[in-house]
Structure formats: structure tokens, C-alpha cells
Nanobody, 120 residues
Framework: QVQLVESGGGSVQRVGSLRLSCSGDSNMYCFAWFRQVPGKGREGVASFGVGGRPFYGDFVQGRFTASRNYVKRTLDLQMDNLTREDTGMYYC?????????????????WGQGTQVTVSS
């Protein structure tokens, strides 16, 4: 288990940008971002395993960039060209065993979430 704290959410206009940051009190094999948007279940945004590269949800389509810093124990998510459909609660998650982006199975640590609101 790891304690996770998210920051960087807020309100932005359509096609604007936000940068989310997830900070852990220790490193885990995988850090990831998931989101809960209105009318949908939780969906994976990005996952990043140790020594690997980020994987993204299909809806990202090149708009988001995840970066991991092992010294700071952070996973940042740069989100550009935001749309109203990106509005939701964004959660950081961590796992010692899996690093899938298309399911939240196996993620055992979760942050409290940070709200992202995109207006037209």
C-alpha cells in the first residue's frame, strides 16, 4: 500500500490545458490515472510501470502525456486540448503487480481524487 495525493485539478475552458500530479510516499511498480466521468464507469487514463513507457486510454488520442519521476515518486499528467467530455474526478492509483490501463483490477492504492471541470 502507498499513500497517494493528487493535485492540479480545477476548471478550464474547452481546448485548455491542465496538469495533474500524483505524489506517493513510496514507489510502487505501477502508478496510474483513472477517471470517473458523469454517466460512465471508471476508466483508465494512463498507466506507467517502472522502467516502462506510459499506456493511455483509447479516448486520449494523443492529447495527454504522462511522466513519471522515480526520485520524487510522482506521476504527472499533462492534459491538453481538453473537452467537456473530460470533465470528471481524476484518481491516482498504484499497484505492485499490474499496470493495465483498461481495467482497475489489481490497483490496491487510491488517492482521494481531484476534480477536473471543462466548460465550453
Amino acid at each position: 500500500q502507498v499513500q497517494l495525493v493528487e493535485s492540479g485539478g480545477g476548471s478550464v475552458q474547452r481546448v485548455g490545458s491542465l496538469r495533474l500530479s500524483c505524489s506517493g510516499d513510496s514507489n510502487m511498480y505501477c502508478f496510474a490515472w483513472f477517471r470517473q466521468v458523469p454517466g460512465k464507469g471508471r476508466e483508465g487514463v494512463a498507466s506507467f510501470g517502472v522502467g516502462g513507457r506510459p499506456f493511455y486510454g483509447d479516448f486520449v488520442q494523443g492529447r495527454f502525456t504522462a511522466s513519471r519521476n522515480y526520485v520524487k515518486r510522482t506521476l504527472d499528467l499533462q492534459m491538453d486540448n481538453l473537452t467537456r467530455e473530460d470533465t470528471g474526478m481524476y484518481y491516482c492509483a498504484a499497484s505492485s503487480t499490474v499496470c493495465r490501463v483498461h481495467t482497475d483490477d489489481g490497483y490496491t492504492s487510491w488517492g482521494q481524487g481531484t476534480q477536473v471541470t471543462v466548460s465550453s
